[in-house]
C-alpha cells in the first residue's frame, strides 16, 4: 500500500478500533452479538463440520477469530466468498462440503450431518446457505418447497441460528450464524479494510470517509488504466443541461448503476487520476486529488444537493455501491498468497495442531 494510501488507511482504521471500544449504543458488537457468538461456541462441537466464510478480498483481516481451537482442526474449512470482486475463479461447494463430511465419517454415505456456517458480519453466509440449498435441491429426490435465508447488503441482518435442509442421501443441514465482529481489532489496517468492505455499517464511519479511502486505494493501483479507452455511445454524447439530458435524468433519477453512469465515473477517474501532476507518494497530494475527484464525482453521478455535505455523502455512498458490486475494479486488500503460504500467527489468533497445514480455501464466484 502507498505511503499517501495508508495515511487514509491509518485514520479510518483509528476511528473503526475507537467504535469497537463503544459497545452497543455507538458501535456493532451489543448483547446481541454477544449472545450470538456464545450461541455459536456452544454449538461448534457438536456439528460435523465448520465452514468459516471469508471475503476474498480480505482473506486475512475478514478471519473468524472466535473459533479459536476449532480453528484448522479437521472439522474446519474455509470458503472464500465474493470471489468475483478479487479473483476470477470458482469450486462445486457443495460436492466438496459433501466429500469432507463422508471422510469425517470414514466413507459411510448413511448418515444425517450438520454443517455450521461462521465468519464475520455481511461475508455471505446466508447468500452461500441459499446456493447450497438450491444446487442440492436439484438432485435431492424431495421437491418440496424449502425456506432460504434472508440475504441483505447491510451487516448483521441475520440475528439468530436457523437450519437449512441443503442435501438429502446423506442428509446434510446447515446452521446459518449471525456475523461476528470482535470489538477488538488488531490494527488500524484491518479496521480499514473491514470498514470498505461493509462488515460495519457505513453509517457507522460516514460513506464519505470510506469512499475517500477506497479513492486512495484506486488511485494507487493501476486499475484506472483501464478505461483510458471508454468510448461514448451516441446516447452517452448527451451534453448536461439541454433538455435531453434533462429527460434522461429525469428517467434515471437517482439510478448510479446505469451502464452509462458507470462509463461516466469511470472516465472521470481516469481523467482526474492522469492529468494530476502531484506525486501520490506525498499524503498531503493524494488529499488534493480525493478532493478534486469528489467534485467531479458530483456531476459524473448526476448529484445536485444544495450543500456540499450533503453531495459528499451522497457521491460516497453512490461510489461504495459500484466499488462493492465490481463496477470500479477488482481489488484483493491482503496479500493473500504469501499470507496463506506463511505462519498461522498472522491469522490474528489462529491455531491449529503442530504438523497439520491450515485448511486449503474454497474459492466461490
Do not use: C
Not at 473503526?16 to 459497545?23: A, D, H, P, Q
Amino acid at each position: 500500500m502507498a505511503a499517501a494510501s495508508s495515511s487514509f488507511s491509518r485514520r479510518l482504521g483509528a476511528a473503526v478500533r475507537e467504535l469497537g471500544m463503544k459497545g452497543a449504543a455507538e458501535g456493532w458488537y451489543g448483547a446481541h452479538m454477544a449472545a450470538a457468538e456464545r450461541a455459536i461456541l456452544e454449538r461448534a462441537p457438536l456439528v460435523d463440520l465448520v465452514l468459516e466464510v471469508r471475503d476474498a478480498r480480505i482473506p486475512a483481516t475478514s478471519a473468524f477469530e472466535s473459533l479459536g481451537r476449532w480453528s484448522g482442526s479437521n472439522k474446519h474449512m474455509i470458503a472464500l466468498n465474493k470471489v468475483d470482486l478479487a479473483d476470477a475463479s470458482s469450486t462445486e461447494l457443495l460436492s466438496t462440503v459433501r466429500s469432507r463430511i463422508k471422510e469425517l465419517n470414514g466413507g459411510e454415505s448413511s448418515y444425517t450431518a450438520t454443517v455450521m456456517l461462521v465468519g464475520i458480519p455481511n461475508v455471505g453466509k446466508s447468500a452461500i446457505a441459499n446456493s447450497m440449498h438450491q444446487i442440492g435441491r436439484i438432485g435431492a429426490m424431495e421437491k418440496g418447497k424449502l425456506k432460504h435465508a434472508m440475504v441483505s447488503p447491510l451487516p448483521g441482518e441475520t440475528r439468530d441460528i436457523s437450519s437449512y435442509k441443503i442435501a438429502s442421501h446423506p442428509n446434510i443441514y446447515v446452521l446459518d450464524t449471525p456475523g461476528i465482529l470482535s470489538p477488538k481489532i488488531a490494527n488500524d489496517d484491518f479496521g480499514s479494510k473491514l470498514a470498505l468492505t461493509g462488515a460495519i455499517k457505513d453509517s457507522l464511519l460516514g460513506e464519505y470517509k470510506l469512499s475517500q479511502y477506497f479513492l486512495s486505494l484506486l488511485n494507487s493501483s493501476e486499475e484506472h488504466k483501464h478505461w483510458g479507452n471508454l468510448k461514448y455511445s451516441t446516447d452517452e454524447k448527451i451534453p448536461l443541461g439541454t433538455k435531453d439530458e434533462q429527460r434522461r435524468r429525469r428517467r434515471y433519477p437517482s439510478d448510479h448503476t446505469q451502464d452509462f453512469i458507470v462509463k461516466d465515473v469511470r472516465r472521470t477517474l481516469f481523467m482526474t487520476i492522469s492529468s494530476f501532476k502531484g506525486s501520490l507518494e506525498k499524503g498531503k497530494e493524494m488529499e488534493k486529488l480525493v478532493e478534486s475527484q469528489f467534485m467531479a464525482l458530483h456531476e459524473a453521478f448526476r448529484v445536485s444537493y444544495e450543500s456540499t455535505e450533503d453531495r459528499n455523502k451522497a457521491v460516497g455512498a453512490k461510489l461504495l455501491n459500484l466499488y462493492r458490486t465490481g463496477r470500479v475494479g477488482r481489488y484483493t486488500l491482503d496479500a493473500f498468497p504469501e499470507l496463506w503460504r506463511s505462519s498461522p500467527d498472522q491469522f490474528g489468533k489462529m491455531t491449529r495442531p503442530m504438523k497439520r497445514q491450515i485448511p486449503q480455501p474454497i474459492a466461490i464466484v
